[in-house]
């Protein structure tokens, strides 16, 4: 409707109907080029959008593919893993388990996009959260599987763990607001 209106000439000095100058300019604003230009952005728009559902596919399926060899990599690695202790088996298994859940969920993401063209920042946010967990969960089995820790080592952990402790908050915060916000 608006490149209607457009393509009709304005009269200089006719107030009634017509829109203002501010208003032309921001209907100008909103699509910006020359009309020619527009035409050719509009002839070019479904091979654009072609090639971004083929990158968006391709990427899925190799994001499906990885999660697979993930999950069957955590799964191989448990008889391994039970030779340095079942508490670290248990943590290394749950640390590859939601590295699969951060590949399932942005395959999620990808899926939700090709199917409604729309997107959302909240599975960005769950993988913040996941991958916080997954590097505490690190941390904390790292620190466990040695004997004696220094000093110095303890320290970098409790800070690194007490900034994945803060990133989770300020995440859950944001998904907290974002749920509010979608209610309403």
């Known amino acids: 409707m608006a490149g209607n209106e457009r393509d009709r000439p304005q009269e200089q000095g006719n107030t009634g109907g017509d829109k203002s100058v501010a208003e032309a300019v921001a209907v100008e604003e909103e699509v910006p080029g020359t009309r020619r230009q527009q035409r050719i952005v509009k002839q070019l728009d479904p091979f654009f959008d072609g090639a971004i559902l083929l990158i968006y596919g391709v990427t899925a399926v190799l994001l499906l593919a990885l999660a697979v060899a993930a999950l069957g990599y955590a799964l191989a690695a448990v008889p ?45 946010l769950t993988v913040a959260i996941i991958s916080s967990v997954r590097r505490i969960l690190s941390i904390g089995a790292n620190l466990s599987a040695k004997q004696e820790v220094s000093h110095e080592e303890f320290n970098r952990a409790m800070i690194e763990l007490a900034a994945e402790g803060g990133i989770i908050l300020v995440v859950a915060v944001a998904l907290y607001l974002f749920s509010r916000r979608d209610s309403n």
């Open 80 to 124: 391994g893993n039970l030779r340095e202790g079942v508490p670290f088996t248990i943590t290394t298994l749950l640390s590859e388990l939601l590295l699969v859940l951060i590949l399932v969920e942005v395959l999620r993401t990808i899926i939700t996009y090709i199917s409604t063209n729309t997107t959302s920042i909240r599975p960005f």
